[in-house]
């Protein structure tokens, strides 16, 4: 069974300081690994996704994660914060269900807070 | 846009009610997925259909029935629902691979559902 804790729940920064929201997994082989955000009110957008090749990815709007298996560690970061990454962002496993499609597993959320 | 559409955007019915959510993916994709997002809870997987058969029901209630007519379209249909089943619906689709290799989720903007 897979799983995906995220460490906390509400991360507060300031605008232009760094960002680092942290996620750990399980998976019992060789996980994909994603970030998604959130804005109030709307659907979940994609920001990354680790596919088992280079394990620092780069997203959109500046993100990064480096998958660390050592570490089982999946931690998302941007080195400088904006307004506009105010959101909720979730860590995503996923691993394969019957047939083809996969099943994700979420982690429980992190809420991030851009202080002007 | 992600390409995929759900509506309607918010919908409010009694117990008694019967009321069906729409979802539509423009990418050429082959697999459908129902996801429930309740507050302070992770994203719970609800129904997967892929090539529109249906391959998995994550033990919902027989209150939620999906419909799959096609690879285009995915509804979910809803009768004597209880107050506990408002969330936000949420609606994602995929191409899926033979192989190990990611298949990653889009999804739509979401359904608020209140039921009163």
């Known amino acids: 069974a897979q799983s995906v804790t995220q460490l906390d729940s509400h991360v507060s920064v300031s605008e232009g300081t760094p960002v680092l929201l942290r996620c750990n997994y399980s998976s019992s082989y060789s996980p994909s690994l994603f970030w998604y955000v959130q804005h109030p009110n709307k659907g979940l957008q994609l920001l990354l996704k680790?596919?088992?090749?280079?394990?620092l990815v780069k997203g959109i709007n500046g993100f990064e994660a480096e998958f660390k298996k050592s570490e089982t560690s999946f931690h998302l970061t941007k080195p400088s914060a904006h307004m506009s990454d105010a959101a909720e962002y979730f860590c995503v496993v996923s691993d394969r269900l019957s047939g083809s499609a996969r099943q994700l597993t979420f982690g429980s959320g992190t809420q991030l807070t851009v202080l002007p | 846009e992600t390409g995929v559409t759900q509506t309607p955007r918010h919908l409010v019915m009694g117990m008694t009610n019967k009321k069906s959510l729409k979802c539509e993916q423009h990418l050429g994709h082959n697999a459908m997925y129902w996801y429930k997002q309740s507050a302070k809870k992770p994203l719970e997987l609800m129904f997967v259909y892929n090539f529109k058969e249906q391959t998995e029901n994550n033990s919902v209630p027989s209150r939620f029935s999906p419909e799959c007519p096609n690879s285009s379209h995915l509804f979910l249909h809803l009768h004597t629902l209880q107050p506990e089943d408002s969330a936000l619906y949420l609606c994602?689709?995929?191409?899926?691979?033979?192989?190990?290799?990611?298949?990653?989720?889009?999804f739509g903007p979401g359904t608020r559902l209140t039921v009163l």
């Open positions: 994602a689709s995929t191409r899926t691979s033979g192989g190990a290799g990611t298949d990653t989720q889009y």
């Open positions: 680790y596919t088992s090749a280079a394990t």
